[in-house]
Every structure is written in C-alpha cells, then in structure tokens.
C-alpha cells in the first residue's frame, strides 16, 4: 500500500491507497508544533485502530504548501517507516506539461490535482480545490497545466469580515433560504456564500471562453466544495480525495525509478 499526505494550511489528509483504490482516509491537523515523534506516533495509533500492520506501506508519497512542516514530516517518515517519502519537485514524473511561467511557484497541491483531473476525467478540464485559499487549475486537451487563479477560501473571507468590522457578530456558514437577508447574520451568510458561489460561476465562465472550450468538465475538491455545488451549475463533478489521488498517480509514475 501507498501513504500518501497532502499537508495544508488546516489540515493534513492523508490516505492509504492499494492501486488506485482507496484503504482509509484520515484528517490531521495541521500543527507547526508538533514534532516528528508525536506525528509519527499519532499515525501508528491510526495504523493500529484500523488493525494496519506498517509494514504493508511500500512507498510514501506527499505534497504540502507548509514549508515550515516539510522536515518534521520526513523525519518522521524515516524514524517510522523506514523510508524517505517522495515528494512533488523538479524532476518527477506528472504526466502534464506545466505552462507557468515559474514551475517552481507552482504549490505541488495544483499539480497533484491536474494530475487526478486530467487523468481521471480528460482534458480540456478544470480543478478547483477549496481549501483555506480556493484554487483554480486549467488543463488542456493535451494535458498542458496552463495556469488559473486564487482567491481567498470560504472561512477565510468570514474570518475577514469580521476580524476586521468591529460591529458584525462571528457567524457559521450556513446558506440562508434566500440572498435578501432579515438581520446582521443572514446578511452576512448571503453575502459571503452566495457571492462566492457568483465568483465561482464567472471565473469557471470565463476560464472557460479563455480557452475556447466550453465544455471543459470542471472537477471539485475540498471541505466546502457540496456547499458550493449545490447552488452552482459551474461544477460537474465533486472528488473529495482528488488530490490524494493525483499523489498516488505521480508516485505509481515515479516508483521505479525511486526505488
């Protein structure tokens, strides 16, 4: 079996994957204080409570875009597993053609997603991924990574609006029935969900007539993507574990050559 993390700014997920199919899936979070041995031993007991012998994981593999996190996560790696994970970097084998300007600036989350869309459901496709920041991914038909957009994520903006306006209440993010909000929190719910859900729509809208492919099938990720989905006719499929799967395409590209 494969180990595969994605480490994000909120969460580490990680899964187990036999092929391409999918053992079990965890949700860490992710804490910049934490040390390779409490993060390897809070893995052995996950490993244990699922009756997983370490020993079955053959390979490891993880994107992050927390730099601070990377060493503490290959420390652990090795303490406790016996092995170096492989990582998203110059000279893996993705599959895709990247047309950034600067690769290196290219998060390795965006390139495991390209990855899974591309492969998973063909080009010319759309990834977006809602994370902490929501991030938007545009691959070709000849599977050429070709740029997008970012933007700051659903509870990021709702922490914003209040962090910042001292009179408005903290508020959950719960859609309301209609945009023509009655009272201070409904307004802001409306106001945040529903106007993201536009924001959404146009970029997917015009990401679209930019590249001249109007069918271009556009992939969903990450914790909010239903809340969005369900009022967005923009988004035609919803894959929680895209990444995750992206990671376990490129190390099944790259395993011969790293053993």
Not at 193 to 218: D, F, T
Request: proline share 3%; net charge negative.
């Amino acid at each position: 079996m494969i180990l595969t993390m994605d480490i994000g700014n909120t969460n580490i997920k990680t899964a187990l994957f036999e092929g391409m199919e999918m053992r079990q899936y965890w949700r860490i979070s992710t804490d910049r204080n934490r040390s390779s041995d409490e993060l390897g031993i809070l893995l052995m007991n996950l490993l244990n409570y699922n009756h997983i012998e370490r020993g079955c994981i053959e390979g490891i593999m993880m994107s992050s875009v927390v730099p601070q996190i990377n060493f503490t996560v290959e420390h652990m790696c090795r303490n406790y597993f016996g092995m170096d994970p492989m990582k998203i970097e110059p000279g893996i084998k993705t599959g895709i053609n990247i047309r950034y300007e600067n690769p290196r600036e290219l998060g390795s989350d965006r390139i495991a997603n390209a990855v899974a869309g591309y492969e998973l459901y063909g080009g010319p496709c759309i990834t977006i991924d809602f994370g902490t920041a929501t991030n938007f991914g545009v691959i070709s038909a000849k599977g050429e990574f070709l740029g997008g957009a970012i933007c700051p994520g659903l509870k990021l903006a709702a922490e914003a609006l209040t962090e910042h306006a001292a009179k408005l209440p903290r508020f959950e993010l719960d859609k309301p029935e209609t945009v023509i909000g009655r009272n201070s929190v409904t307004n802001m719910q409306a106001g945040i969900i529903y106007g993201y859900i536009g924001q959404v729509n146009y970029l997917v809208e015009r990401m679209k007539r930019e590249l001249g492919a109007p069918n271009a099938k556009v992939i969903a990720t990450g914790g909010l993507s239903v809340l969005v989905a369900e009022e967005s006719d923009a988004i035609d499929v919803i894959d929680g574990l895209l990444t995750l799967k992206g990671l376990c395409l490129i190390y099944a590209k790259n395993a011969n050559q790293n053993r």
